[in-house]
């Protein structure tokens, strides 16, 4: 790599707020806020939207869509076509 033209490549702590999880890494990216880990060092936190914590296909609390449902509720709004 050549020096001086890459970000720089720290340990940063990635936080999912609707679930709980945080875990430390490293990674280029910035963030002003920062945390108090585990080892008593300071990083800077992410917080992210969605992680493995909250996303519904790793908890398993995924929602069940009703296809048959919305087939008939498209035909009923805008009619069958016959043949």
């Known amino acids: 790599m050549k020096p001086g033209i890459h ?3 720290r ?3 990635f936080r ?3 679930g709980g999880l945080a875990f430390l890494t490293r990674s280029t990216a910035t963030s002003t806020q920062t945390v108090e880990w585990e ?3 300071t990083y800077p936190v992410i917080d992210v939207e969605v992680s493995s ?3 519904p296909f790793y908890t398993g609390k995924t929602r069940v869509l009703d296809a048959q449902g919305r087939v008939e509720r498209f035909r009923r709004r805008y009619g069958t076509t016959q043949r």
């Open 53 to 55: 914590a909250s996303h």
């Open 16 to 18: 999912d707020k609707t």
């Open 39 to 41: 080892d008593g060092n």
């Open 7 to 9: 970000p720089d490549y």
């Open 11 to 13: 340990p940063v702590v």
